[in-house]
């Protein structure tokens, strides 16, 4: 595997910024400093340190994606682009899948990865990982709809939603814009939540997944690997 490439994938930071790390002269294979970012490199056969760190070979990868609308939630599709289809060939590797599921329309953040323990631990109920979305409907949410949203919306039916914590952000009579957290994830919960107060949703983006926030930077339909202190955050849920 090139370097840049396997520094990217340990949490070191983007292409570019593994560049300058090699080329400052940080990083040495079996005790020779290294300057060249295409080296072939296994980190299994051979020592890696980076910045006086000896570098673990991981065997599992970590995408944060930044969903756009218009992309399945699924590893394949007949019909349509999936988000695995957004990972370069480059990066993929069997088991890859994404963590949860977005609807088609949804945009936001999308955990990827080959360890399906995480992905299970992710969406256990009683783990109560909090979601949060910026979600956009089509009239005034009120303190009312705050009110029901805390105490637990019911849908039709009797299907009772834990409580969740709306902010709203902005609101008029034709449109309102809030941030909503919730920590369960039933079929379409957040758009059937609004309609149970008489709102339609028209826009949705989720904003993070338990300690995990959407990087500002990665612009929709794009990913990069989660870094060291982001895989630190996710150990509880490491098995």
């Known amino acids: 595997m090139r370097l840049d490439k396997l520094?990217?994938?340990?949490?070191?930071?983007?292409?570019?910024q593994v560049k300058k790390l090699i080329r400052?002269?940080?990083?040495?294979?079996?005790?020779?400093i290294v300057?060249?970012?295409?080296?072939?490199?296994?980190?299994?056969?051979q020592t890696v340190i980076v910045s006086g760190k000896t570098l673990t070979n991981r065997t599992n990868v970590y995408y944060m994606l930044h969903k756009p609308a218009g992309v399945v939630t699924a590893v394949s599709d007949e019909g349509n682009r999936t988000v695995i289809d957004l990972?370069?060939?480059?990066?993929?590797?069997?088991?890859l899948y994404p963590v949860g599921r977005l609807d088609k329309d949804t945009e936001g953040l999308l955990l990827i990865t080959d360890n399906g323990q995480l992905g299970y631990q992710l969406l256990l109920p009683h783990k109560k990982v909090t979601k949060r979305y910026e979600v956009v409907v089509n009239e005034r949410v009120t303190v009312a709809d705050q009110?029901?949203?805390?105490?637990?919306?019911?849908?039709?039916?009797?299907?009772?939603?834990?409580p969740a914590h709306l902010t709203i952000l902005s609101h008029g009579d034709d449109e309102s814009r809030v941030l909503l957290d919730i920590s369960e994830g039933k079929f379409h919960q957040v758009k059937k939540m609004f309609l149970s107060v008489g709102k339609k949703v028209t826009y949705l983006k989720r904003l993070t997944m338990g300690p995990i926030e959407l990087d500002k930077s990665i612009p929709p339909g794009s990913y990069?690997?989660?870094n060291e202190a982001e895989l630190e955050q996710l150990k509880p849920y490491f098995r």
């Open 87 to 95: 990972i370069d060939p480059s990066d993929r590797r069997p088991g």
């Open 24 to 32: 400052s002269k940080q990083v040495s294979i079996d005790g020779e």
């Open 35 to 45: 300057l060249a970012e295409n080296r072939n490199v296994d980190p299994q056969l």
């Open 224 to 226: 990069r690997p989660l």
């Open 147 to 162: 009110e029901a949203f805390a105490e637990g919306i019911v849908f039709h039916g009797g299907t009772t939603c834990k």
């Open 7 to 16: 520094l990217s994938e340990c949490g070191y930071g983007s292409r570019g």
